[in-house]
């Protein structure tokens, strides 16, 4: 069942479009992630969903109530909203229980309900403290708290993290997704940070051009995502020119790699026939870096042959750039590898890569 839908959302400020025909359905109970690069519209698009502007065309449907369509808009307050900014936005005068009771009724602002959320989010016996009294991750827990207070729909968040340092931000949007999941809240977190999204949700709607270019399981969207910007901009991608093989494999400067079932994308297009050329992505995480004793020595069969450019470590992991040793093989790659020590720059070495792989018609 799904508990919110948005159909044919457009949205302009003056003679600037932000959203032109956004569609997302989002099932009930699941938590939603909504990513892309600045000025994509995700703020806008969360702002709509909240009732703070209205959509110059389109539907938005919360349940069963239309909140947002031709001669319908209705207000904040009676959408059963609950909406967490990026600072939290604590009213500083206002105790922790104060602050979470602030939406409802006045005689439930002392009650059970306050207690009872407060040991939600970890914030047992904080009521009587005030906002500057808490870190950073604790005003953000009692936020969540006061949104969650109202028992919404749904719960809209808007960069909720992007203040906490790193440990921080790890450690409270790991008790968010928790909080949320233990509630059976509906979710849509609004970001920019492909890593938050891809660990915390359920299913990831990517914005571009004010429409969503995929909205899908985060496995499904950074190892099959629908076209090759899309992979650049989920991670790191190696993006080769290579040519289909047959319809189950694919030939590139890498060797023959298989193919995933229906893995050739070809914008509406039929797919191309052997030997035609296609766009194929391989994540940095599918090579295996092989150093050699002997500069210069032929390539084993299916590996690439090449020399480190630079190599970033991460401590965990290490990011390797490599540089092909012929010319015509083209761009360097980038293959990730798990610890071990560093290779200096100009050390030769052999890529091998494991499939398989998508590709995408050129």
Sequence with gaps: MRQLAVSGLHKAFGSHPVLTGLDLD????????????????????????AGF?????GTITIGDRIVDGPGTHLPPERRRIGYVPQEGALFP?????????????????????????????????LGGRYPHQLSGGQQQRVALARALAIRPEVVLM????????????????????????????????????????????????????????????????????????????????????????????VDTILGRLPLEPAAIRSAGESAPAAGGSVTVLIRPEQLELLAVSVP????????????????EYYGHDAVVRVRPDRAAEGQEVIVRTSGG???????????RAHGPVVAWAR
Excluded: W
């Excluded at 105790?95 to 939600?120: C, I, K, M, S, Y």
């Excluded at 949007?173 to 999204?197: P, S």
């Excluded at 560093?342 to 890529?351: N, R």
């Design 26 to 49: 989002v099932p009930a109970g699941t938590f939603t992630a909504i990513l892309g690069p600045s000025g994509s519209g995700k703020t806008t698009l969360l702002r709509l969903l």
């Design 53 to 57: 502007e209205q959509a110059d065309a």
């Design 93 to 125: 005068h206002l105790t922790v229980a104060a602050n979470v009771g602030f939406g409802l009724p006045a005689r439930q602002r002392r009650g059970a309900r306050t207690d009872e959320l407060l040991e939600a989010v970890g914030l047992a016996g």
């Design 158 to 249: 808007d960069e909720p993290f992007a203040s906490l340092d790193a440990h921080m931000r790890a450690s409270v949007r790991a008790d968010v997704q928790q909080i949320c999941r233990t509630a059976g809240t509906t979710a849509i977190l609004v970001t920019h940070d492909q890593d938050e999204a891809l660990s915390m949700a359920d299913r990831i709607a990517v914005l571009r051009d004010g429409k969503i270019v995929q909205y899908a399981a985060p496995q499904d969207l950074y190892m099959r995502p629908a076209d090759p910007a899309l992979a650049r901009f989920v991670g790191e991608a190696n993006l080769l020119e290579g040519k289909l093989a047959n319809g189950a494999a």
């Design 296 to 311: 210069d020595s032929e390539a084993e069969p299916g590996c690439l042959a090449g020399r480190v450019m630079a190599c």
């Design 341 to 351: 020590p560093q290779l200096p720059p100009g050390s030769p070495v052999q890529v």
